[in-house]
Every structure is written in C-alpha cells, then in structure tokens.
C-alpha cells in the first residue's frame, strides 16, 4: 500500500491511536457546504463525482503497479531477451531511485496544486505525462525506456497527491458519508494494485517487456477517459488552487526555486567526486543525497522558524522519532519492487498447486492481505479502545517490517543453493501487510496533528519524504552490499531494524509525554501517557 494511497480521513489524536477526533478537522482538503457536486446520493449514497475520482485512481493504480512489477527484471534482464542488461545492484538502485523521485516529486505536485494549477489540471497533466511514460516504455528502445521512466515518475508526482484531495472536495466539511467516500476511494486504489501485477505479469510472459509497459498504458488511458469524461460530475473540485501565488510571493518563490536548483547542483557535483565522472551511479547518488538532505532541512527550517511555539517545538521533537520509523519502515517495504522482486525471480519456487506463476505475481499479496486484514484491525483497535499510543504503533509496525526480513534470511539460508518454496515470499508480505496496518493509517494523522500550525500545509510533504528518504537508503545499501548473499543482505537489514524497533519501543514514553506536553488542548490525552 502505497503512503499517498491511504487518504486521510479523520485525524486521530496521535497519542491515542487511530480513533479519537482531532479537533483541527479533517487533513484533506473539503469543499464548501454550497458548492455541492451534481447527482449527490447517485453512486452508493455518495456524490457521483466519487465514481469519476475511483475510476481514474483504480486504473491509474493499475498503471503504476503493474509497471513497477515488472521493472526491475526489464532492467536488468539481457538485451537479447528484450531488457536492458543492467547488473542486478545497478537495476536496483534504479529501481529504489525511481521510488525515491515519485515521492520527492509528490511534493512539487502538491505545493503546485495548492498554489498554482488546482488539484484537477494537475491530475489531468499527471495522467497524460504518466500515459506517454508507458508507451514509451513500450516501445523497444533503451532511450525511449529511460525517457519512459522518467515521465512516468513526473506524472505520478503530479497525479498521487492530488487526487484524494478531490474526494475530499466532493464533501462539505460536517458530512458525515466522508468517511465511507474515503473507504469507498480506498478500495478502488487495491482493486487496481491487486490485479496489476497478475495482468502484467502474463502479458510479460507471453509478448515480452514491452508487451507488458504496453497493457500498463491501456490502464492509465482508460484512467485519463475515467477523469475526463467524468469532469462534470466533479463539481468544481479542484479547479481553483486553494492558496494561489500572490504579487507578494512571487520574491519568495523566486528564491525558494533557486535554493533548490543549487542544492541538487551541490548533490550532483558531490556525487560527480564520489563516483569519479557522470553515471547512471551519479545521478542515483545524487537523488539519494537529495532524498536524505530534503526532510533534515524540513526540520531545520520547522525548528527555527520564529512561528513555531514552545509547544509545537515539543510535538516536533516528539516526531522525530516517528519519522525515523516510519523512513526505516519504508525503507524495507518499498523493497517489494527492487530486491523482493529479484528473489522471487532467482530463488523462489514458481510453481503453486501445479501452476507456473510470474515472479511478479508476488506483488499481489500485499493488496490481498490489505482487503482481508484491514477490517480485522479496524474491529481491533476499537475493541482496544484505539490503544496502544502512536509510538508504539509505530515501534510494533517497524518490527513486523524487521521479522519479515529475518524470516526470509531465515528461509533464505535453509535453501541453501536451492530456491525457497514459494510460500515464503507470502508469508514475508502477510507479515509485512501487519506492520504497515499499524503504521501508515496512523502515521499521516500523527504528521498533521504534529506539525506546527504554520507549516500544516507541509505536513502531507513530511509524510512523503519518509518513504522517499527510505527508497534512498536502499538505493544505497543494494550498491553496497553487490555481491552480499540474500541471507546476509536480508538478515543484516533485518536485525539493525529490529534494534532501531526496540529503541523505538524505549522512548514511547518520552514520545508519548513530548505528544502531550504540546497538546494545547489540556487534559485532552492524559491518559495516553500510561
């Protein structure tokens, strides 16, 4: 499940858990009482707007996972078999780039939706980048796939912010369908990403790579005729940016962009030095650096910003952490795509109950597991009363993401120079499902509700740059580690998250009083400091 993927309903009080109201409302964006969309009980009692916005995002979804299913093995396949014939740490760092540019890009997207283009044109142009990123793709060049990539990353960093901020447009700010409108939304999102990579998959099986990035571009049109054709349904939302660039800004903005465009510059030369020329490596490196540079500089900024109170200052300290868990957690779970892949390629058995299987077939499991668990944990928590705390979500999610990787090291080691049975790569996604489950729907409230009042609007960019900075440290870690046995590589990962979960789980309480100490509501989350 991807971060951006589960739209923020309700925040909760991040010292409770994933149930108590905040008062600050609702972190999406919501329209006004009298600008109600057409036919506003047509689709399952909700606006018929909402049937446009789940159809383009379950195909898009679609696109994105099913393109991503088969990447890492088009890039590092051989040429005469149709792949670009990268070595296997090379294709994964490419890989966990691309990760780490979507969600870096989800920050540009969201800032020019807020401030200059609206969350609809935004959409609409992510939607026709990403589309002529796949065919692209499809077409059986090495430049046209690099380019591919590239558009495909832009368009979606336009596009995966923006749209669950239109569900929330189609909703006035008391109406109570808002929640179901989001779960409703939701399941249109695992529809998509569940069937994706099965698709694909056999369309890579039977006509090749391109084939493949071929039925991905079918999905993202058919998304564009969802969005286009249901534009008048929408209502109006999204098409007036909500903070729209004044004279007054434009200064600021100026020197914004130009802080930016010289920090990447001072990345890339760095990286230059580093790898001694201009590489592939080199601009995987540099986007590494500028991953792991953008949220440090985020809380630089936070922490020295004159409008940030005593208060807030403590709430900051107190997310520290969590967003360290949440980077760490990240960092493993986004693996599905690069060295997860690779191992269902190279060392898991392929044949279930007598039936060949794609490799990529394994990227299923987590939207499976995601239909049939999250229901399971949302009767949980309110049998828990939304216990535990927020930290200690955090610290238990992070530690399913570590066991998951013990368990394959684990499994990994029994093969020995044989391949696992492909039970494994299930079970490893099953538990890695439980870890996000008690992670990520609680993690965005906690960002909004933590952030300081001044910097709410950057709040969603914050999320962001978590999984963006732990696609980073993979990029890294498969360069370094070239040549590591899965069981080292995956046991090693697995045990430093592991302690880094038990640390986690040392500090919930200084956390959880620091969460408190800033609450200006006072008595509001006493008890969540036992």
């Known amino acids: 499940m991807d971060r951006g993927d589960l739209p923020e309903q309700n925040p909760v009080d991040p010292t409770r858990g994933d149930g108590a109201l905040s008062s600050d409302g609702p972190a999406v964006r919501v329209g006004e009482a009298d600008a109600r969309p057409p036919r506003d009980r047509a689709f399952f009692g909700h606006p018929l707007g909402l049937m446009t916005l789940f159809g383009t995002?379950?195909?898009?979804?679609?696109?994105?996972?099913?393109?991503?299913?088969?990447?890492?093995?088009?890039?590092?396949?051989?040429?005469?078999?149709?792949?670009?014939?990268?070595?296997?740490?090379?294709?994964?760092?490419?890989?966990?780039?691309?990760?780490?540019?979507?969600?870096?890009?989800?920050?540009?997207?969201?800032?020019?939706?807020?401030?200059?283009?609206?969350?609809?044109?935004?959409?609409?142009?992510?939607?026709?980048?990403?589309?002529?990123?796949?065919?692209?793709?499809?077409?059986?060049?090495?430049?046209?796939?690099?380019?591919?990539?590239?558009?495909?990353?832009?368009?979606?960093?336009?596009l995966k912010p923006n749209v669950s901020s239109m569900v929330g447009d189609l909703y006035s700010r008391d109406d109570v369908r808002r929640d179901s409108g989001f779960s409703i939304f939701y399941m249109g999102i695992n529809i998509g990403s569940l069937f994706a990579p099965i698709l694909v998959g056999i369309a890579r099986e039977i006509g090749g790579y391109h084939a493949g990035f071929a039925v991905a571009a079918v999905g993202m049109a058919i998304a564009l005729g969802f969005f286009v054709a249901g534009r008048h349904l929408l209502g109006g939302a999204g098409d007036v940016p909500p903070n729209p660039l004044t004279a007054a800004d434009r200064p600021g903005v100026v020197r914004l962009v130009l802080a930016v465009a010289i920090g990447c510059l001072v990345a890339l030369g760095i990286a230059a030095l580093v790898s001694g020329g201009f590489t592939t490596t080199t601009l995987i490196d540099a986007l590494s650096y500028i991953a792991l540079a953008a949220p440090v500089a985020t809380f630089w900024v936070m922490f020295r910003s004159p409008k940030v109170t005593d208060r807030e200052r403590s709430r900051l300290r107190a997310y520290i952490p969590l967003f360290v868990a949440a980077m760490l957690f990240w960092m493993i779970f986004e693996q599905a795509a690069s060295t997860l892949s690779a191992y269902a390629r190279d060392n898991t058995e392929l044949t279930i109950f007598g039936f060949e299987v794609s490799p990529a077939f394994f990227q299923s499991?987590?939207?499976?597991?995601?239909?049939?668990?999250?229901?399971?944990?949302?009767?949980?928590?309110?049998?828990?009363?939304?216990?535990?705390p927020t930290a200690v979500k955090f610290a238990i999610g992070l530690s399913f993401a570590a066991l998951s990787f013990l368990f394959l090291a684990g499994a990994s080691a029994l093969a020995g120079d044989g391949k696992s049975p492909w039970w494994v790569l299930v079970v490893v996604y099953v538990i890695q499902t439980i870890g996000e489950l008690c992670l990520s729907p609680v993690g965005l409230a906690a960002t909004t509700l933590l952030a300081p009042r001044a910097f709410k609007g950057q709040a969603m960019a914050l999320w962001f740059l978590a999984t963006s900075a732990g696609n980073a440290i993979t990029a890294q870690l498969v360069q370094a580690t070239s040549g590591a046995s899965p069981t080292a590589y995956f046991g090693g990962i697995g045990a430093v998250a592991l302690v880094f979960a038990i640390a986690m789980f040392a500090i919930a309480p200084w956390v959880t009083r620091h969460i408190y100490e800033g609450t200006e509501v006072v008595g509001a989350t006493r008890t969540a400091a036992h």
């Open 57 to 158: 995002e379950l195909w898009e979804r679609f696109s994105y996972y099913g393109m991503r299913a088969i990447l890492l093995y088009f890039l590092t396949d051989t040429i005469a078999n149709g792949g670009l014939g990268l070595d296997d740490a090379l294709g994964n760092a490419v890989v966990a780039a691309y990760g780490a540019s979507v969600y870096l890009l989800s920050v540009i997207g969201g800032w020019l939706a807020d401030r200059m283009i609206g969350a609809r044109r935004s959409v609409l142009y992510g939607g026709v980048v990403i589309a002529a990123g796949h065919v692209s793709l499809s077409v059986p060049n090495a430049s046209f796939s690099y380019l591919g990539i590239v558009l495909v990353a832009l368009g979606t960093g336009l």
């Open 365 to 388: 499991v987590n939207r499976a597991s995601i239909i049939l668990l999250a229901p399971v944990f949302a009767w949980l928590w309110v049998r828990l009363d939304d216990r535990p």
